[in-house]
T-cell receptor
Framework: AQTVTQSQPEMSVQEAETVTLSCTYD???????LFWYKQPPSRQMILVIR??????QNATENRFSVNFQKAAKSFSLKISDSQLGDAAMYFC????????????????FGQGTILTVHP | NAGVMQNPRHLVRRRGQEARLRCSPM?????VYWYRQLPEEGLKFMVY????????ESGMPKERFSAEFPKEGPSILRIQQVVRGDSAAYFC????????????FGPGTRLTVT
């Protein structure tokens, strides 16, 4: 079974600075998707960024980018020019692409990292 | 295009009562996923449904919990004889076809068992 680990329960950053959130995962599969979701106080889950394992290029979405290290099974999220609205819980998640596997379809989430942004 | 709708947003039940949580997927989406978030934890997969079919229920507790996604109407997550430990936020997500597609989340239902 796949597992996702976020070792930083809390992180903080000054407004306009850069912060990196860590995520590691364990899988025996070669193809899969990785995601970062943001959960603000409203509790709505918002997709921040997605990475496909077969793509070597790191995904980027505006101020958000990832450092995907497949061999190390590491998937960190970098937030540049942090804004007050970035304050939220951030979850790393894994999804299999193996249609014959037992975990097909479901997202496996890490425990989350609470990000605080200081003005 | 309206997003994933869940109702109620907040539900209070006494121990032993039944809880029914509803999820209306986005228009055109035929796949629904339910997740549970206990306080201070990440989301945990419960069940994956297609119209009239349960695809994967490996995350569902064996007793008291059931889910359905009928041909017409919303998906329902039903919890019978609720206990305090069922207090959590329950999220529904939907996708247009299979699991290769993005899952869009609803706002969640917060269940409190007193």
């Amino acid at each position: 079974a796949q597992t996702v680990t976020q070792s930083q329960p809390e992180m903080s950053v000054q407004e306009a600075e850069t912060v990196t959130l860590s995520c590691t995962y364990d899988t025996s599969e070669s193809d899969y998707y990785l995601f970062w979701y943001k959960q603000p106080p409203s509790r709505q889950m918002i997709l921040v960024i997605r990475q496909e394992a077969y793509k070597q290029q790191n995904a980027t979405e505006n101020r958000f980018s990832v450092n995907f290290q497949k061999a190390a099974k590491s998937f960190s999220l970098k937030i540049s020019d942090s804004q007050l609205g970035d304050a939220a819980m951030y979850f790393c998640a894994y999804r299999s692409t193996n249609t014959g596997g037992t975990s097909y379809g479901k997202l496996t989430f890490g425990q989350g990292t609470i990000l605080t942004v200081h003005p | 295009n309206a997003g994933v709708m869940q109702n109620p947003r907040h539900l209070v039940r006494r121990r032993g009562q039944e809880a029914r949580l509803r999820c209306s997927p986005m228009k055109g989406h035929s796949h629904v996923y339910w997740y549970r978030q206990l306080p201070e934890e990440g989301l945990k997969f419960m069940v994956y449904l297609q119209k009239e079919n349960i695809i994967d229920e490996s995350g569902m507790p064996k007793e008291r919990f059931s889910a359905e996604f009928p041909k017409e109407g919303p998906s329902i997550l039903r919890i019978q004889q609720v206990v305090r430990g069922d207090s959590a936020a329950y999220f529904c997500a939907s996708s247009p076809q299979g699991a290769f597609y993005e899952q869009y989340f609803g706002p969640g239902t917060r269940l409190t068992v007193t």
